[in-house]
């Protein structure tokens, strides 16, 4: 008798990235119409390097839109602003920054981890309490990993460990590999602002090349198994 086949996992939802950002004034209208188009987790707030106060005015700012739509908010880095700043967590860029930031952050608020080198990192990052890892992100030079070790690495991970995994995608033609590899989330950012036929069309093509190829994944397991 062939075997019964797993339900379909639920779809990767979309992590979207701004750029960086120095202006409130910006980004709240365009933000808010493209996080109508799509079901977008969470949005990565990238501040550019300002004082603390000008860092606040800028989150306290963007955080009526992207907490209004249903989506956490989360700065990249400076774990000390988030709570001062309403924001719902941090991304922190390694080991070091995530043990640095964690007990300022757990339990109320979102700490994730990206910057991870190795496997040994991956799980190190899981037991300090990462609430996620991230793979496939660029290095301090601008170098990431070739797109097959990003897939294989999400691929480890989903297979064997519980917190969720965030797939980077550098463009729009890596978001089926990512999400058919078992990303939980999908991280976006500079190709979505970069479309010049704006960043809503943009996130909404990427949602359903998601969705698409997540489905294509699972009706080829299905056969498999069949």
């Not at 808010?32 to 390097?49: E, G, I, N, T, Y």
């Not at 640095?100 to 040994?120: E, F, N, S, V």
């Amino acid at each position: 008798m062939p075997s019964k086949s797993a339900p379909p996992r639920p779809f990767p939802r979309l992590y979207l990235a701004t750029p960086p950002v120095d202006d409130p004034k910006a980004l709240p209208a365009d933000l808010a119409r493209s996080l109508a188009q799509a079901d977008v987790a969470a949005v990565l707030l990238r501040l550019k390097d300002a004082d603390p106060r000008t860092m606040l005015s800028t989150i306290k700012a963007l955080a009526p839109p992207i907490q209004g739509s249903g989506a956490a908010l989360l700065l990249n880095g400076h774990a000390d602003l988030v709570a001062r700043g309403g924001a719902d967590g941090a991304h922190l860029p390694g080991i070091d920054a995530l043990s640095d930031a964690i007990a300022t952050l757990k339990p109320d608020r979102i700490a994730g981890c990206g910057g991870l080198k190795t496997r040994h990192d991956s799980m190190t990052a899981g037991e300090l309490g990462a609430d996620y890892v991230m793979f496939g992100e660029p290095d301090e030079r601008g170098q990431r990993p070739a797109l097959s070790a990003i897939a294989e690495r999400l691929q480890w991970w989903d297979q064997l460990f519980e917190p969720p995994c965030v797939g980077f995608a550098a463009t729009a033609d890596e978001l089926g590999e990512l999400a058919a590899a078992g990303a939980d989330f999908v991280l976006v950012g500079d190709f979505i602002w970069a479309d010049p036929r704006g960043a809503s069309v943009a996130l909404k093509e990427a949602a359903e090349a998601i969705r698409q190829a997540q489905a294509a994944a699972f009706a080829k397991a299905s056969v498999l198994d069949g």
